[in-house]
């Protein structure tokens, strides 16, 4: 089982940065995906960005060029760097994990991005 721990996130004004960080532990597989989702009010919830355990990094159209993902060293802390900000980027941000060869996401607890003047 693994367990994800977030931190960061806050409110910030638009044009502003914000970092988001997540820690795995627990029985982590060494072939995995980290990254994050995102879900604003009465939205879907929609894929933000993701790294793999070999730093292969993916984004979604909407964050390409603002925002950075990457992992530490140990590969088990992930990195969420939001550059250039929008009142569009507010929403809950879910850290999660999955293996390589698994179509379950572990789940982070959240944590809330406000962007507002």
């Known amino acids: 089982q693994v367990q994800l721990v977030e931190s960061g996130g806050g409110s910030v004004q638009p044009g502003g940065s914000l970092t988001l960080s997540c820690a795995a532990s627990g029985n982590i597989f060494s072939l995995n995906f980290m990254g994050w989702y995102r879900q604003a009010p009465a939205e879907e919830r929609e894929l933000v960005a993701t790294v793999s355990s070999d730093g292969a990094a993916n984004y979604a159209d909407s964050v390409r060029g603002r925002f950075t993902v990457s992992r530490d060293r140990g590969w088990n802390t992930a990195y969420l760097q939001m550059y250039r900000l929008t009142p569009e980027d507010t929403a809950i941000y879910y850290c999660?994990?999955?293996?390589?060869?698994?179509?379950?996401?572990?789940w982070g607890q959240g944590t809330q991005v406000t962007v507002s003047s």
């Open positions: 999660f994990y999955r293996p390589f060869n698994s179509s379950t996401n572990t």
